[in-house]
């Protein structure tokens, strides 16, 4: 059976925050020791809609490579590599790119979105319309069963399967498959060649689910057939062939109940986050100035955490007593906000202090850093390569 194997995949254009921590690396952190991962710096990604300011993802790899590194991702645990520096995700890209039908990418819903949102440029561009595709071929690549991914992204997963099943569909069949398989058949014996071709018949024409079921147990019981047999007479079970591409499963990210300063989701378009290496002066700052219930003018003035922007916050760092200390002092205004903003910033210090000063360590040596990244690259890199090779393989390039 195939191993289970998770990647994903994070764009540099900016700085992570408390929104990417509670959302996204907690469960990659989860995740790597559970199962194997990889993950990855999509700096091609980035550049699709920041082609024109590449400072912006130079700055952010590293960068974001430390973040991960600080939140807890371990390089022992799971493999952390960048995008661009294994070339055969591009490859892969190009190959997929001649089966892919244009139509499949223009219908995929991001595709319009973005272009709406991100109005201010102009993004009728090819890269950007192959998004989603080159986003297959880092999955692809490496077989990958699950794909941990926000909700947004679960077209471009099943993009991806679409685009993996016509990959098998056509290239999946070896040359003289049926005659192969039909001699496979002989090697079972009269009896039991027999039964397989009833089962087969049976599931063919009937859709008898019980019959494929008896008729794998069958050939797996079969020691004296060769492994490429076994998987020859599964395959020709089901009509199909061999299976070259892994249809991946996404598997969504906890929605994060993060929100940002102003009380909208915590974003950096809406200016509203506190980022991973926030300091704590600036935590400080930062919440200390956030608004507040506006029916609060004054001390005296009652309010309800209902309308406030804090709440949410105390909802995510806050233990029951605390909660309902807030709300019985903001409903009858026995405190003033500052002070009831001050355990959330005592919280957040508190989860970040450690994260905050692993990063330093990270940020002050960049060859630790660079030999991290230069070892996943290479680990990757293999998988890559082996993947690449089958595929050239069918598609008439292995010369
Ligand atoms: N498109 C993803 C995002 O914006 C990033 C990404 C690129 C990705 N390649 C991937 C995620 C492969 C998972 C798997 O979040
Ligand atoms: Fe918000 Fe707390 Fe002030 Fe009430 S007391 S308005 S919950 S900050």
Known sequence: MAI??????????GSLHLGHYNGVLKNWVDLQHELECLFFVADWHALTTHYDAPEII????????????????????????????????????TLLSMITPLSWLERVPTYKDQQEKLSSKDLSTYGFLGY????????????????????DQVPHIEFTREVARRFNHLYGKEKGFEERAEEAIKKLGTKKGQLYKELKDAYQEEGDDQAL????????????????????LLGYLEGGGK???????????????????????MSKSYNNTIALTESSEDIQKKIRTMPTDPARIRKTDPGDPKNCPVWPLHQVYSDEKTKVWVESGCKNASMGCIECKQPVIDSITKELGPINERAK?????????????GEGCEKARKIARDTMRDVREVMGISF
């Open 213 to 232: 079921a008896s008729a794998q147990s069958l050939i797996d019981e079969q020691q004296i057939l060769s492994l490429g047999d076994k998987e020859r």
């Open 361 to 373: 360590k990270y940020a002050e040596s960049p060859e630790l850093v660079q030999s991290i990244i």
């Open 243 to 265: 299976i070259i591409l892994i249809e991946p499963e996404y598997k969504l990210t906890p929605a994060s109940k993060m929100v940002g300063l102003d009380g909208q989701k």
């Open 4 to 13: 289970e194997r998770v990647v994903s995949g994070m764009r540099p254009t």
């Open 58 to 93: 130079e700055k952010n790899v590293t960068s974001m490579v430390i973040d991960w590194l600080a939140a807890g991702v371990d390089p022992a645990n799971a493999t952390i590599f960048i995008q661009s520096k294994v070339p055969e995700h591009a490859e892969l890209h």
């Open 132 to 151: 989603p595709l080159l986003q297959s071929a880092d999955i692809l690549i490496y077989r990958a069963t699950q794909v941990p991914v926000g909700e």
